[in-house]
């Protein structure tokens, strides 16, 4: 049942950047590990980036086509999910990754494929 569509998806991506940028701060992830909030925080600048010029509803430079974008936030959910293990994140730190690297790649694999148009009968 796959029901996350381009526009749902494009109407999150600045919101979940932002919180990727701004949550470490409140939730003093980093405060442990260093590499956990400038990883936080340099994926949502890469991610503000990417939504910027991704070609979906909220692309303001359409250069980048969307297939990319999911490519892109897949790879990101997978090293969410490795980072504690390979940089050793604990307690919040390790939850925080864990919960973003997993919802962020079931948001990738519940994405509804788009319909091809039809052409019009001549």
Do not use: C, Q
């Not at 590990?33 to 430079?61: C, K, Q, Y």
């Not at 490519?71 to 090293?79: C, H, K, P, S, Y």
């Not at 919802?103 to 990738?108: E, N, P």
Request: charged fraction near 10%; hydrophobic fraction near 60%; avoid cysteine.
């Amino acid at each position: 049942m796959k029901f996350v569509t381009k526009a749902m998806h494009a109407y999150i991506d600045y919101p979940v950047a932002l919180g990727l940028i701004v949550m470490p701060f409140l939730l003093g992830i980093g405060s442990v590990n260093p590499a956990a909030m400038w990883l936080s925080v340099a994926t949502g600048v890469a991610a503000f980036i990417l939504t910027l010029l991704t070609d979906h509803e909220t692309g303001v430079i359409r250069v980048l086509p969307y297939k990319l974008h999911l490519a892109v936030d897949f790879a990101v959910g997978l090293v969410f999910v490795a980072a504690p293990f390979i940089l050793g994140f604990a307690g919040l730190e390790m939850a925080y990754f864990l919960v973003i690297g997993l919802t962020v790649l079931a948001v990738v694999g519940l994405h509804k494929p788009e319909s091809s148009p039809i052409p019009a009968a001549a």
